[in-house]
């Protein structure tokens, strides 16, 4: 299955990552027993992705990885909003001091704008003054020709010296009334840039607070749907969540038939034993008693106590599961009876054979998940006879072999008879 090569490949990867490491090291020789230590855990790691799907129903895997996905998405969206919320944050904090510097600009404008004003109102008056001197220049001659006409008129000398201060005196404040002009339009040129640019720089702010505004508005809106995401994701979670425990249930429920169904098979050998009064095989060793039962004998689980990876359980593993395709043909592991051929909801298609006595105890194996029989029940058969083929039946998530050995009835570890 994909999710187990992507699994193995991800340890196989480790493995070799070890391997190298160690290669690699000057040490090499006064580590090899730690490099064996990090095969024998690999080994162990490769074992157990394996027992996570042999061992478990196909519902409580689906809904274990669903409920692995929506705890991690729901993950992802909480961080993604609490970095928009941050952000939002930041906009909204920026949008207050824009908003101060704004205002800020706008009293300087509004101040300039006045003081432009003034100014225009300053040229004017200089400007009317400057008028008024020139009509009065026209009025009264030049002053330099004044004397000359005093005498001229015949007037004497008192009037010419009156006039001619007189004369004097409006040409003084003639010349202060250009310089105000002068004055006045310079600063008035002055007050002229200094609004433009403080008009500029109002603009820039406004702009400027306009984009944050807008930026701050579609954080808004985000954080908005995110939080409308995050919450959708809570009740995916928690549906996802009922499913899981749900299957963890059925899980746990189909784990203690199969317990019933083995003591239920223990007794049915036990007395199978005692009604077969018989001679005893004796063998010099039993590790070879029994045949494989198919060509490739890859171990993918091992037999013993362990702890279920997903049910967090411990239980007996009562068998060693094979490598098996399905379709792959089952042979007998040695002559015996086929005492039973049936289907079981744990161990699905199964076949029991009852090889007699053997170095003093009753010996039998079973063949689990089988796809179909090509023996009946009560057949006789031979060392390496086909029995049928692997299959996923019962309770199994792929094809493989369950086979299983017992001994006076108690199923015990097939590798000691293999």
């Known amino acids: 299955m994909p999710s187990r090569r992507r699994r193995l490949t991800a340890l196989a990867a480790l493995l070799v990552t070890v391997l190298t490491a160690s290669v690699a090291s000057p040490s090499f020789a006064s580590r090899d027993d730690d490099l064996q230590d990090k095969r024998h855990g690999v080994n162990q790691d490769l074992k157990a992705a394996n027992q996570d799907l042999d061992e478990s129903s196909a519902e409580l895997i689906a809904s274990s990885r669903a409920l692995v996905r929506a705890q991690r998405t729901l993950a992802a969206a909480r961080a993604s909003l609490a970095d928009t919320r941050e952000l939002l944050a930041v906009a909204i904090e920026r949008d207050e001091l824009l908003q101060a510097e704004l205002d800020a600009a706008e009293e300087r404008l509004a101040a300039a704008e006045q003081a432009l004003l003034d100014g225009q109102q300053e040229v004017t008056d200089a400007e009317d003054d400057l008028a008024a001197f020139v009509v009065n220049s026209y009025q009264y001659g030049s002053p330099s020709l004044l004397s000359l006409g005093v005498v001229l008129d015949g007037g004497s000398t008192t009037d010419f010296g009156e006039r001619l201060s007189l004369a004097e005196s409006f040409a003084g404040a003639q010349s202060a009334s250009i310089d105000d002009l002068s004055a006045a339009t310079t600063l008035l040129s002055i007050q002229e840039q200094q ?44 549906a996802a969540q009922l499913r899981a425990d749900r299957a963890k249930q059925q899980d746990l429920r189909q784990i203690v038939r199969l317990e019933r169904e083995r003591d239920r098979i223990q007794v049915m050998l036990q007395r199978l034993a005692l009604r077969a009064a018989g001679p005893s095989i004796s063998v010099a060793d039993t590790g070879r008693f029994l045949s494989p039962p198919l060509t490739d004998t890859y171990v993918t689980s091992s037999y013993g106590m362990r702890l279920h990876p997903i049910l967090r359980v411990v239980k007996l593993h009562d068998g060693t599961d094979l490598q098996a395709s399905c379709g792959t043909p089952i042979y007998a592991a040695a002559a015996g009876t086929v005492v039973s051929e049936y289907y079981n909801g744990g161990y ?71």
């Not at 820039?204 to 995050?230: F, G, I, P, T, Y």
């Not at 063949?367 to 058969?381: C, S």
């Not at 006076?408 to 000691?416: L, T």
């Open 195 to 238: 609004v433009a640019d403080v008009r500029d720089e109002v603009a820039a702010r406004r702009a400027e607070a306009a984009e944050n505004r807008q930026q701050k508005e579609d954080l808004e809106a985000a954080a908005q749907s995110e939080a409308d995401s995050v919450r959708a994701l809570v009740d995916d979670r928690r």
């Open 348 to 418: 699905g298609n199964r076949i029991i054979v009852s090889h007699g006595s053997v170095n003093g105890v009753s010996l039998a194996t079973s063949y689990n998940h089988l796809a179909r029989f090509a023996v009946p029940g009560g057949a006789r058969v031979e060392r390496g006879q086909l029995l049928g083929y692997a299959g996923t039946t019962g309770y199994s998530t792929g094809c493989h072999l369950h086979f299983m050995v017992y001994e006076d009835g108690v199923a015990v570890n097939p590798m000691g008879w293999l």
